[in-house]
Structures are given as structure tokens and as C-alpha cells.
């Protein structure tokens, strides 16, 4: 005796999230089994394999069907042929499109092509396929706030919203994340940082009426930042710089005499940075820059996180007592950005 | 009388892609009706045009307007080639013929395509202008309501219940025609659903006519199949019970009604006087020429069992007479009719006094014999040989009426068995009379049938038995006599009462049969029903009495053909009775009394089955009070006396002859082993597994025993097939399998359920059927309702009352009467010892065995007749069940789509029915030729099924309604060719489109206005305050 075909039809369509998660994770429907035997779900209601077999391949076939859905998750909510609760169809959007950090980390700035969901197959080839639709369309079709955009189009909520906002910024401004020196960061702090650069260094943050949106950065801001460079380059400058920090840091920093010494190294690492910022092939590299210039020297010299943000807020507070310095709206907006990206890439 | 019928076409969305180049779409629609068809401008390229058409007008005869369905089809403009079709929408626009119903139809409507299924979506506007006529000759009959619910809908009231209607079209089936070989798949495939649907139109149209004639306003109960004929033809047919009914509009107004009894008698269903209800069912005469032409078609009529013991009761002194004279009028009014036949399964309090048992006739027909297949006369002639055969089973029981009557075909190739059952049942005199005689019979009726146990007595007489039975005295008013086990097709009387909860109760059977053709094949069918009949009858006994109940509702039993076998499934619901006598429990028996290990053995069955009644009886809650006083005249046995089950036919022949009561006092009955099979009927007996915890499951409307219900339902369709290894297939390992696959299918349900706990199923239908030699398919629909436990447990203390609370959930009405009102009228009733009882089956055996023989000279018939039911005349005061206390929110807050909800049954707990838009009658083909891409058999149904829920629910919804009520699936025709990649698959749903309104909601309304509660209890009649 062989089942030919079993099927279960509700009028609402029954979601188990547990067997959701499973398919999500990718696992075949042999897995999925095994894996809900070994939590125990027979024990509790009594069920045999072979009803556990019949649930999870029916499952398995609604959300085959939902998938097409969900790849457009408003035609989802305006289908006629599955009847979901609302707090359902917000949940397997949600789920949906959420995903395992690691992987995104993986995938963080690599150029999302064909070659690359090759290469992702053994990652997760179904995070893969989303994320690339979500790029897509992200990119291709919408203009305005990146954040609002995916939340109306996705229906995802805030959080996963921001999440995928950073990943699609990265991915269009192909940072570098993948150098080994930058193995050390999460995609939690790359995704900070993303969110801090949308929100000041892009055309989207100067002008809300801006066409374009804010997946960009804000080209005339980089060009400006060029002006910084008379914070390195004017020797005087630097040394008045230098002193203020000083002044004000004097005994409230533990690496006070590390932090004097290499006071001129890490300034101009930093303005450095920012200025040539106008080339694309360097704002790429930025994180691998912010990391050799500023985060490792700082490491080796063994500096609390602490003393980095005393820094980091004189740093950039005294500046604005540089008499001969002009661009002090600049400064901020590049360093109030950067501030906040270095103090969240210093650990570990 | 002709009428103006207006459509406009306002947009489409998530239209398919149908120009690859472009990745768009140049849509137009097409809108035919009848032979008129316009068309809108070709919308460019886009997925979600807005045509916003001016309105279209067909003016057309009422005629067509019942008739032809609305047909609009999307197409895809191409400029060089032909226009490719998207999909198309039927509309039946029949809900907008009568007045009380939707007065416009609008709304999104699933396009959809027999090859593609469901591509986008299209907004429709529909509204229709009539013009009175009163022409006296007309052929429409605009303004005749059907309802498929099969009691008097929630809403209305029952003026006059007139009787059975019944109707038969036929006509050629397109993809039998000899164009099918030239046309494409989709086109015969439109091809049909168009005619289907035109068919349907028609029929409903001639019903509607004949319900007309007998002064009526409405179909309750209507029931309408297609038989698949194949070569000889396609037929659709229906029935049902016409009605006069009121709409109850105010409820305030009818209050003071409600009070008066006078009035209460015009207030309560009458079953129509003879003056103009007797005509004839059929359009066309009854032809003359039965007995030659049925020699020519060919046709078994098949015997049929009496189920069950029990006899009549001279019951009681005063009984006798009286009983005489109920009978002598209830024949008067209803024994002019030609058959008096009602298609409801619940009634008005009051409308039934005696139900005399389940009634079913069955015959083998050869569909390739029929003379002239296009015209109906000889389908006609078929199904009043049977409705007579019902008729006279009926008049055998004693009683002059049938309700809870159904039909149902089973065909393979050209061998086709119809089938037909009902429960025998006496009509209250009270509501077949007018005037004079009812002011002294209403007392009488008041002083013999105060309590509610009068449903249970016998309706014939004790001396004159139409079968073997074993009477006892009532166990409530312990003045007449009540069978030991009672059958019905019926649902459960709202004033039963019930001890306990009640469980589904299947039995399942598989018989190998050779492979042979014409007579041949009929022959080796008829002869092989009787034995199925049996057999699937004692296996319902046994596993009532495993239950420890005594008695079944809802009893359905479905016999399907196959090419080399015959199944049987029946399904009812098995409660306890509290006015029928305790089952005994059921002794097995060795042959070889003297071998050792086969001693211990037997004893070990033995206990297994005694500590399975036992936990049964804790499960389902049965505990009877027990009292140990004695009935005075009941006929109490002595405790071991055994009767036996004979399994060898030599045995039992020798006692043909014996159908006296001689058997009649036995406690339990035995099951002797003697021999394999009798011990894989034990083991099968075993093998039942009870739901988990926390679930029940029912055939009925309602599970007896629980009237909590919650707000929270989930409707569902299962479907599986199985393949039986073709290898030395026996009657066992078929068996086996059959049973294997049933218990499955109702286990995963219960897992899939589990969320919903604590639950019950209810309105469990399966539907078995055999598409290929070794495939086995079994759908089944039921509704999953919640329920509070808590409330439960607390009405479990008191059964009784709980009963009669439970009597009136189906109201789903607040009646809030002071229960002492009902705990009153209850009988402090004595009950014997629990071991009374038992079920004459040598002399099943020995009718067997006689019938094999009448068989053999053929066409005899003998009835299955049974149980009897007997409805109290008190007035019965649905006491309201106030329990919809959990409700859950609709989820449907912020959704586009607005939730339609679906069920079998006739009500929808926690709400109210305001108002039913109509009918929904669908039929849908799907076919692939990609069967592997669409995930295979299990994938291409899956969304084949949901599918029509969509296609249901849009049609809802657009009618402006937000459920589905009596919803069934009548039929899911599968066939699938994997090697040549291709699956085919025919389905028909019906039910009634309504507006519900939670009750959360309404509360606010009578708080105001506190008499709206009484709508509920109007309807069925009687109010007592």
C-alpha cells in the first residue's frame, strides 16, 4: 500500500511556524522529519512517523505555493486563493525575509551576480534568491527614503527593514568587507555603520525632496571633504589641533602619553580618509582604512574603548576652536558620522 | 416575464504575462450571455488594466435569466494572430431573481483556466432589472428560494412544509462527443462546465416551477448531483423539500405570537393539506411499460436488511387507540402524495411524532442498455422504482412519511448502482389537520407525550412486528416501548435526551469481485450487497456497543464500485440514548471450547474488549445513573443467556424459517471465532484508535454533549489515494488497507488540528471512491470548532440538562429560559441494571442466507428497515444556550480581502445569521498536461482545491456575504496518467451564501431590545415563556 497522493486543504491555510523555520533553513523534507521526531513532537500528541511525514510534506507544498507570493509580498496580502490572517501573512513575510547574520556577512559588499549566488549555494541558496529579488527591486524601481521604501514594499517591519537598507547600501557602494583584517566584524556593526552614513552622508540626508534616493553617497559632499586636508597638511594647524586635544585630555586618559604620541598618525589617518573619499576604489576600502589607520594602532597600544570615545568627541569638539579653519559644517558631518562608525568597530 | 440584466466591466489585476517581449499584457474582456456577447477596448500593455466599461445590457426572457450562467472571458489582444484566452468567470446570476437575496452582484472574481487554474483577478459589476408578469403559463420560476441547508434556514420561519420535489436532466456529455477527438482539451473542457452549468440552471428552473405549483416559495434541503455516465450521457438531478416560508423580519412583532397557542398552531410547519399538495413529482408520466423495460435494461433490485431490534408497542393502554387514530390521519394527508419524502434532517419541534427507522433501497442498473439515453424517462422510471421500494419499506415500519432522505449513484464502466435512504417516520397529526380535531387530540398528545423520550418509543404494532426486535420498556417515562438500539439518517432531536458525548462511529468494508462485463458483472454485484450489508451493519453494531452506546444518528452508508471491488463506508454518530435501555456488552466465543491456549487466548480478547468498553464509556463520558429498581413488565434476562452469531451459512439455514422473538431476551451478544475473518473482525474491532485528547469528531451538525462552542472554526478537504500492490490481493489485506487508510487520514487530522484543542470535528463526510483498478480514493470535509472546556466539564455534572442545552445550540440563540423550566418536565426515570439488552443476529444470518437464494430468482426486495424515533408533541422549549461567552476577534482587521468563512453545517457558532444571498453552485474542471512541474498528483490537487475555496469565497463576497453555510463537496472526480504526465480532476461544492453578524455585536442591539433573542425559537415554532 502506497500513498499516492495526500493532501490537507483548509479554508484558512494552516501555518506551523516550526515547519516555516524549517523550510526556511532549507532542510528536505527527510530532514525536517527527523529533525521534528528529535524534538519530541510525537511523544507529546501521540502522532506516528508516518502522520509526521504526511504533515510536513503538506506544509512543505503550501509554502512552495506561497513562496511565488512572497516574492511580492503585497500581492500577498490582495491574493485570493490563500486565506491568512493578517498576523499570519506579516509573519511569513518577516520570516521570510529574514536572515542568518553570518551569511549576510558573507555576502555583505560582494556584488550580488549569478557568479556569487554560485558560490553561495552551500551558504543558504534561498536567502541568496531573496536578497538578490529584494536588491533588485530596491535598486531598480523605487526612489525616496530607503528604509520606508522596503517597509512598504516588503511589508517587513522596521528592524529587518534597516537591516536590508544597510545591505542594499552596501551592496551598491560595494564596500569592502571581506579582507581579513575585517573579519572581526559582525554584520550588526556593519549595518550600524550603514545606517549612520545613510542617514548624513548620503543626497537623501541633505534634501528630503531629493529624487533620488538615498542609496548613494552624496557626491558633493565627498568632493568637499577634500578641504579637510589643510587639518594634516597645515602644519600649524595640526600642532594647535594637537594641543587643545591634549589640554583637555590631560589626565582623564589612561594611554594619555600613547594617545600624545601618536596624535599626528591617527589625525591624519582619519583626514586622510575623508579626503580621498572621492574616488570609488577608496570609498570601498573606507572600512579597511578606518580599521588600519585608526582601530589597530589604537589596539596595539591597548586603548579602552573609553578612552577612544574621550577621544574621538575632543578629537572632533576642538576642532571647532581652530581659528584658521573654515569647514567646520563639514567636519561635523563627516566626523559625527565617523565618530560613531569607529566607536562601534573598536572591539575585539 | 422579461428582465434587463446589466454588467460592467471596472478592472483586472495580477493579470499573467502574455506578451514575452514586453513582459506585458494587452487585455480585453469579452461578456456573453445567452447569444449576445460584447466586448471592452483592449486595455495596452499592462498587468492591471482599468477598462471601466460603460454597462452592458442584455434583455432577455427570465427563462435564460435561470438558465444560462453570465460568461466572461479574458483575452489577450494580438494584433497578427488569434487573440489568446487568459481565463474566464461564470456567474451564476440566480441570487439576484429574488427579492429577499443580493440585489447586485460586485466584486473580484478569480479568472480562471481549465489548463492554467487561476490567472489574476477581475472586478465585475452585475446588477438585473425584472419586470413583473403575472403570465400564468410562464416556464421560469424567478423568486423560488433553495436553500441546501436541511433544516428551516435561521432566519425564516416554515409556514408550510409541502414535500418533495425532484428533478432530472440529461443531456450528451461534451467530451463523449465525437468532436472531442479534434478539440483541445480546453475547449471540451469549457465545454462541459458550460453545459454543467447551464444544466444546473435548468433544473433548478423546473423545481422551481413545481415547488410554484404547490403554492410554495422555497427549496430546503436541495440537493443536486451529476452522474457521470460516460458513453450513455451526463445527469444532473436534484432534491428537495418545497416549503412555504416567512422571513422574520421583526422580531418584536412576533413575540406576542409566540405566547399565544393558538396562534402557535398556524405558527408551526403544517404540512400541507392534500387540497393542493399532492401533485405528482414527476413532469412527466410514470411509464406504464416498468416490467418489460426493466427486463431489458437489465436491473437488480437489490434486498435490503432490517437493521436493528425493536418492536411496536401496544404501548402502554391508552397508547393503542390513540396511536390508531395518529395514524389514520397522518396517512390521509400524506398517502395522497406520491412519495412523501423530506430531504431535512431537522425539524420544527413538533413536526415529527414517530420515525419508524432507516429505510434504503439500493439497485443495479447497465447503463449501456438504456434506450434513449439523451431523454430522462428512463433515469425517472430507475429512481421512482426505488423511491416506491423507500415508500414501502416505510409503510412496513408503519410509518407514512421519510425524512432525512437522500440518493447517491455509484458507477463504474457501465454498471451503475443507485441508492436511497431515509428514516421511516409518523408526522405529527396536529400539523396535517386543520381546525376541529386538533382541540381534543392537543390534549391527548399533551398526556402521553409530556416527556422527551417520545421520539424513542416504537410507532408499530408490538404484535405485528415487520422484523424481529427486542422491546423494553422506556427508561424515562417507563410507560411504552423502546427498541434496544436505534438508527437514523436524521440529526439528533434538539429535546433528546443524551447522556455522555457522542463519537463518530465508522464501518468499513471491502469485497474483491471479478472483473466481468454486463449482466454478468450486475449479477455478481447484487449479490454481493446483501453481504455488505450486513456485515457493514454488524460492524456498526459492534462498535456501538464498544462504545457503549445505543444509538446512531446521521447514519450514512455509501457503497462504491470498482472495476474488481465493491467498498462500504458507513459513518454516523453514536450517542447515548438516556430513554433506551444500556447496551450489553459483547461475549466472544471459541469454537474449540476444549483447547487449552485457545481458551486463554479468547479470555485475553475477552478482557481487551471489556476494559475497551470501559475506558470507552469514562472517555465519552457514559454513566447512566443506575438504579437497581425494577421495570415492572420489562423483560429483564437472565445475565448469560447468549444469542449467537452464526457465521456458517449451513448453520444458520438450518433455522430459515425462524424469525420468532425466541431470541429476543439476551444480554450481551457474542461474537464467535471461528474461523480467520471472524477473527479479524475482533482485531479490526481493536484497532479503532479514540481521537487524542482533547478532540471529538461527529457526522452530525453538532457533537451531543458539548454546547460551548467557541467562535474559532477551520472547514477542510483531505484527499488520498492509495495504490494497492496488485499482488494476491485478499479480502483481508484489502480490508486492512481500507481501514489502515481511513484511521490514518482522521489521525492526521487530529495532528493538524492540534492547535485547536480542545476540539471537535464535525460533519465528518467521507467519500470514497475507486478511479482505477488499484486505487482507493478518499476525500473527506468536515469543520474543526473549538470549543471551552471549562464550560464542559462544568455541564458534565448535570448530562441531562446539558443535553437539552446542547438541544438547542444549533439555534444558536440566547435563550435565556430558567432551566428549572425544562429540569421540570424530566421524569425521574428508573433505570434497570445495565445488561438488558441485545440484538437478534442468527436471525440476520438467516435472512442472509434466505435472501441469497431470492436473489438468485431476483428482483425481490426486502426492507432494511429499522429503528424508530418517535418526536414528543410537548411543547418543547429550546432552552438557549448563552455559552458564546469565548469569542476571539475576527482577525480580519486591516486585510484587503475580507474573510469568508466556510462550513458544512448550517449555522456558525458565535453568530447570527441576518440574511442568505442565495445559492452557490460551482463546478470546476482542472486539467494538466505538466503534472510533474505543478508538484505531481499531490501538488496539481492541492492547488486545484484551493483554488475553488477561492473561486467560493469570491463569489460569496461578492454577493455581499462573509460565509458559506452547508457547504459540501459533492463531488471530486480525480484521474491522473503519469506517464503521460497528465491529471484531470472535475469538482462540484455547493451551499448557501449568508451575512452573519457576531453575536458580540448583536449584543449591543438587545440589550436594547431584548425580544430579538426569540427570533430563533419562533422559527421552530413554539415558545414557551
Known sequence: ?348 | MPGKLKVKIVAGRHLPVMDRASDLTDAFVEVKFGNTTFKTDVYLKSLNPQWNSEWFKFEVDDEDLQDEPLQITVLDHDTYSANDAIGKVYIDIDPLLYSEAATVISGWFPIYDTIHGIRGEINVVVKVDLFNDLNRFRQSSCGVKFFCTTSIPKCYRAVIIHGFVEELVVNEDPEYQWIDRIRTPRASNEARQRLISLMSGELQRKIGLKVLEMRGNAVVGYLQCFDLEGESGLVVRAIGTACTLDKLSSPAAFLPACNSPSKEMKESPLVHPPSHGCRSTHNSPIHTATGSRLTQNFSVSVPTLIYTGMGSGSAGKEGGPFKALLRQQTQSALEQREFPFFTLTAFPPGFLVHVGGVVSARSVKLLDRIHNPDEPETRDAWWAEIRQEIKSHAKALGCHAVVGYSESTSICEEVCILSASGTAAVLNPRFLQDGTVEGCLEQRLEENLPTRCGFCHIPYDELNMPFPAHLTYCYNCRKQKVPDVLFTTIDLPTDATVIGKGCLIQARLCRLKKKAQAEANATAISNLLPFMEYEVHTQLMNKLKLKGMNALFGLRIQITVGENMLMGLASATGVYLAALPTPGGIQIAGKTPNDGSYEQHISHMQKKINDTIAKNKELYEINPPEISEEIIGSPIPEPRQRSRLLRSQSESSDEVTELDLSHGKKDAFVLEIDDTDAMEDVHSLLTDVPPPSGFYSCNTEIMPGINNWTSEIQMFTSVRVIRLSSLNLTNQALNKNFNDLCENLLKSLYFKLRSMIPCCLCHVNFTVSLPEDELIQVTVTAVAITFDKNQALQTTKTPVEKSLQRASTDNEELLQFPLELCSDSLPSHPFPPAKATSVDYSSFADRCSSWIELIKLKAQTIRRGSIKTTMTVEKASPVGDGNFRNRSAPPCANSTVGVVKMTPLSFIPGAKITKYLGIINMFFIRETTSLREEGGVSGFLHAFIAEVFAMVRAHVAALGGNAVVSYIMKQCVFMENPNKNQAQCLINVSGDAVVFVRESDLEVVSSQQPTTNCQSSCTEGEVTT
Open chain 1, 1 to 348: 500500500m502506497t500513498s499516492e497522493l495526500d493532501i490537507f486543504v483548509g479554508n484558512t491555510t494552516l501555518i506551523d511556524e516550526d515547519v516555516y523555520r524549517l523550510w526556511l533553513d532549507g532542510y528536505s523534507v527527510t530532514d525536517a522529519v527527523a529533525l521534528r521526531v528529535r524534538s519530541g513532537i510525537l511523544e507529546q500528541t501521540g502522532a506516528t512517523a508516518a502522520v509526521l511525514q504526511s504533515d510536513t510534506m503538506d506544509h512543505y507544498r503550501t509554502f512552495h505555493m506561497l513562496e511565488r507570493l512572497l516574492h511580492a509580498p503585497p500581492k500577498l496580502l490582495h491574493q485570493l486563493i490563500f486565506q491568512i490572517p493578517p498576523s499570519r501573512q506579516a509573519l511569513l513575510i518577516e520570516r521570510y525575509y529574514a536572515f542568518d547574520e553570518a551569511f549576510v556577512r558573507e555576502v555583505l559588499g560582494k556584488k550580488l551576480s549569478k557568479g556569487t549566488k554560485k558560490d553561495l549555494d552551500d551558504i543558504s541558496t534561498k536567502t541568496g534568491i531573496t536578497l538578490k529579488s529584494c536588491r533588485r527591486q530596491v535598486v531598480e524601481e523605487m526612489r525616496g527614503s530607503l528604509v520606508d521604501n522596503i517597509q512598504q514594499h516588503f511589508l517587513l517591519s522596521d528592524r529587518l527593514a534597516r537591516d536590508y537598507a544597510a545591505i542594499v547600501f552596501f551592496a551598491n557602494n560595494r564596500f569592502e568587507t571581506g579582507k581579513k583584517k575585517l573579519q572581526y566584524l559582525s554584520f550588526g556593526d556593519f549595518a550600524f555603520c550603514a545606517e549612520l552614513m545613510i542617514q548624513n552622508w548620503t543626497l537623501g540626508a541633505v534634501d528630503s525632496q531629493m529624487d533620488d534616493m538615498d542609496m548613494d553617497l552624496d557626491k558633493e559632499f565627498l568632493q568637499d571633504l577634500k578641504e579637510l586636508k589643510v587639518l594634516v597638511a597645515d602644519k600649524d594647524l595640526l600642532d594647535l589641533h594637537k594641543s587643545l586635544v591634549c589640554t583637555a585630555l590631560r589626565g582623564k586618559l589612561g594611554v594619555f602619553s600613547e594617545m600624545e604620541a601618536n596624535f599626528k598618525n591617527l589625525s591624519r589617518g582619519l583626514v586622510n580618509v575623508a579626503a580621498k573619499l572621492t574616488h570609488n576604489k577608496d570609498v570601498r576600502d573606507l572600512f579597511v582604512d578606518l580599521v588600519e589607520k585608526f582601530v589597530e594602532p589604537c589596539r596595539s597600544d591597548h586603548w579602552p574603548l573609553s578612552d577612544v570615545r574621550f577621544f574621538l568627541n575632543q578629537y572632533s569638539a576642538s576642532v571647532h576652536s581652530l581659528d584658521g579653519f573654515r569647514h567646520q559644517a563639514l567636519w561635523d558631518r563627516y566626523m559625527g558620522t565617523l565618530r560613531g562608525c569607529l566607536l562601534r568597530l573598536y572591539h575585539d
